[in-house]
């Protein structure tokens, strides 16, 4: 960690905490049925330990649509503009996602865009992770070779195994529905692993 120059993060479940969203959209999708919450939920988990999106795979179980994402729910962790403030105070930070339109907006309101430098997110680009190009694109407009960047995300599929084929950095943060994954192989297997954004500063300061 060393040459490190960029350090880049996900957003959701990683700045921002979308439990909110997930019960919504859970009521969402079961509105009008007679599955419980609890059985819609449960199910989710058991995709989610099998490093499988959990909620969009029970809702294609039971044959049921989703809804619109609500980002209007969506809050940042309690921790995240410390995290971002005390890295941003030696490193250039950016952001690689897969988000709807408006992300930069959204994290200028919840008080994080100032501590950023590049916002990558999907909808804006017409790419999304897993894709390499995206991440080839934020290395390409951050100026910064593979070898000079971190990632840092929940997700081993979205984030880890992607960005480690290029040959960044990887930081596996364990929080959300992400934290049930197993590291199943190599490609899989970040630098580090961490269970709270307070425990990431540490790691490059």
């Known amino acids: 960690m060393e040459n490190i120059k960029w350090i880049f993060f996900d957003v959701g479940s990683t700045l921002v905490d979308e439990s909110s969203c997930y019960e919504?959209?859970?009521?969402?999708?079961?509105?009008?049925?007679?599955?419980?919450?609890?059985?819609?939920?449960?199910?989710?988990?058991?995709?989610?330990?099998?490093?499988?999106?959990?909620?969009?795979?029970?809702?294609?179980?039971?044959?049921?649509?989703?809804?619109?994402?609500?980002?209007?729910?969506?809050?940042?962790?309690?921790?995240?503009?410390?995290?971002?403030?005390?890295?941003?105070?030696?490193?250039?930070?950016?952001?690689?996602?897969?988000?709807?339109?408006?992300?930069?907006?959204?994290?200028?309101?919840?008080?994080?865009l100032k501590h950023m430098d590049l916002v990558i997110s999907s909808a804006e680009e017409g790419v999304k992770k897993p894709d390499p190009a995206i991440f080839r694109l934020a290395l390409e407009r951050a100026g910064c070779l593979p070898q000079e960047a971190v990632m840092i995300g929940d997700r081993l599929d979205n984030d880890i195994e992607?960005?480690?084929?290029?040959?960044?950095?990887?930081?596996?943060?364990?929080?959300?529905?992400?934290?049930?994954?197993?590291?199943?192989?190599?490609?899989?297997?970040?630098?580090?692993i961490v269970s709270q954004l307070k425990e990431v500063a540490p790691l490059f300061l």
Not at 76 to 87: I, T
Not at 179 to 191: H, T
Request: charged share 25%; glycine share 8%; net charge positive.
């Open 162 to 192: 992607p960005a480690k084929a290029l040959g960044m950095g990887t930081v596996w943060l364990r929080q959300g529905f992400g934290a049930l994954s197993k590291v199943r192989n190599e490609a899989e297997k970040p630098d580090f």
């Open 24 to 112: 919504r959209c859970v009521q969402e999708i079961i509105r009008g049925t007679d599955i419980s919450f609890q059985e819609f939920y449960e199910r989710m988990l058991f995709y989610y330990r099998q490093n499988r999106k959990g909620d969009l795979e029970t809702a294609k179980e039971y044959g049921l649509p989703t809804p619109q994402w609500p980002s209007a729910l969506e809050r940042p962790y309690p921790q995240a503009e410390s995290c971002l403030k005390q890295l941003h105070a030696k490193y250039h930070i950016g952001i690689i996602a897969n988000q709807t339109i408006g992300t930069a907006q959204r994290l200028e309101n919840f008080g994080l």
